[in-house]
């Protein structure tokens, strides 16, 4: 199958430390529908480790390996390629390549991805089945980001328990993105904006920034998150997000809690 990347990108070396991702998708019951991008970017980070498995965790609690079931899930075609294929099974089929079968794997880090807020259906059943499962399978200091845009407040059904906290082991660390959260597809990192303190205030603004900032994450550009920070204007802000880091910062003896 076509790469959406180049081929040359190397896993992390065997002899070098290395991480264990989970990457988790947000479906309702054996369907899955949302954009190709939040996959391609989970691609991006699975090429990045040499031990990553990947669920897809259903609104019923079910929860399925994406390396051998693939195939119960109904997978939306609305979205194509500029080759006219559907993007989402491409996209999916792709990262079905590059993760392992889950079987008793631990994990040190968990992206969490789904379609848009208002597309995913919360409910209390895949809350506790992903509680549970992180619960069983992240290992110490491990970190979970729900890589969503507008999740920081999400709630479970027509409960107050906020999804991101009910999904997060106490032995864990939690990172979601308070307002809009950027992408870009040849990279692992994202810029969070918060919408309530900063001159990022509508949906205007956000459009008009999406497609530079997605290109000065690119890996192309060879940017560091210094040089990124001074080409944003001051009164955004913002925080550069990037889970391996996130995950260093939290296994270090000396954090804070």
Do not use: W
């Not at 992180?134 to 979970?144: C, D, H, L």
């Not at 040849?186 to 459009?207: C, H, P, Q």
Request: with cysteine; aromatic share 6%.
């Amino acid at each position: 199958m076509d790469t959406f990347f180049d081929k040359n990108i190397k896993k992390t070396p065997k002899d070098a430390e290395d991480t264990s991702l989970l990457i988790v998708i947000l479906a309702d019951d054996y369907q899955l529908k949302m954009p190709g991008l939040p996959i391609i970017h989970a691609l991006s980070h699975a090429r990045k480790h040499s031990n990553t498995s990947a669920i897809i965790v259903m609104t019923n609690g079910d929860i399925l390996d994406l390396a051998t079931d693939l195939d119960k899930v109904k997978l939306d075609t609305t979205q194509k390629t500029r080759n006219g294929e559907d993007y989402l099974p491409k996209a999916l089929n792709q990262l079905k390549d590059e993760v392992k079968p889950l079987g008793e794997s631990y994990f040190d880090l968990s992206l969490v991805i789904g379609g848009e807020p208002g597309d995913i259906k919360i409910t209390e059943e895949l809350a506790k089945a992903l509680f549970e499962f992180n619960k069983s399978r992240m290992t110490e200091k491990g970190v979970i980001r729900v890589q969503i845009c507008n999740f920081a407040d999400k709630k479970i059904g027509n409960s107050d328990k906020i999804f991101a906290n009910e999904i997060t082991p106490d032995f864990c660390l939690c990172s979601i993105p308070e307002g809009f959260s950027i992408i870009a597809p040849t990279g692992i990192r994202a810029i969070d904006l918060s919408k309530e303190e900063s001159g990022f205030t509508s949906i205007t603004v956000f459009n008009e920034l999406k497609v530079p900032l997605k290109r000065m994450l690119s890996d192309k550009k060879k940017l560091s998150n210094e040089e990124i920070m001074k080409k944003i204007p001051r009164d955004i802000i913002v925080e550069i997000v990037d889970l391996n880091e996130l995950y260093k910062k939290n296994a270090s003896p000396n954090l804070k809690y």
